[in-house]
């Protein structure tokens, strides 16, 4: 049963609940104030804020907005259960442990390297990045973007559910693609 059925403001059970989770705003807030929080209901927006760290073993049930922030590391065991947009960040690395449902936003990042056997559910974006390789076995569930990229090969079973951009990457073109390359949408080269 929807204990929220019955109430306008789901505010007023704050007192006669215990919980273990804060809306997206609510949860803004103390996170910001440097409290734990570790499940958050619908999207979590911290973009162009000044936050440096996130609590470990945070989930979103929602997208995280964390674009334009300074943040340089995300903590262990992040799951977000739908986008994850880190654009415009000075991030360099991710956990191995991340989930993201959906798509993962690292246009303009300073990305340097993915996780192996990452498997992104949507989009990934690494748009103008210094990444140079992707890692072995990494899933893409929508569109791969690797424009303005230095990456030279791509990895043995790669696979792309949607497009492959590899437009403004001098380093690859259609004529040096591994034969293991599955791309379910079409290659885009220019």
Do not use: C
């Amino acid at each position: 049963m929807n204990i929220y059925k019955f109430h306008s403001n789901p505010d007023e059970l704050i007192g006669h609940t215990s919980r273990n989770f804060y809306f997206g705003d609510e949860a803004k807030e103390l996170i910001l104030q440097g409290k734990e929080v570790t499940k958050v209901i619908g999207t979590l927006n911290l973009k162009r804020t000044q936050i440096t760290a996130l609590p470990d073993n945070l989930t979103v049930h929602g997208t995280l907005y964390l674009n334009d922030t300074p943040i340089t590391a995300l903590p262990d065991n992040l799951t977000v259960h739908e986008d994850l947009n880190l654009m415009r960040t000075p991030i360099t690395a991710l956990p191995d442990n991340l989930t993201v449902q959906g798509a993962l936003y690292l246009k303009r990042t300073q990305i340097t390297a993915l996780p192996d056997n990452l498997t992104v559910h949507g989009t990934l974006d690494l748009s103008g990045t210094p990444i140079t390789a992707l890692p072995d076995n990494l899933k893409v569930g929508g569109a791969l973007y690797l424009g303005g990229t230095q990456i030279t090969a791509l990895p043995d079973n790669l696979t792309v559910h949607g497009d492959l951009w590899i437009n403004s990457t001098p380093n690859l073109d259609t004529n040096n693609l591994p034969s293991s390359l599955v791309v379910k949408g079409n290659i885009r080269y220019k």
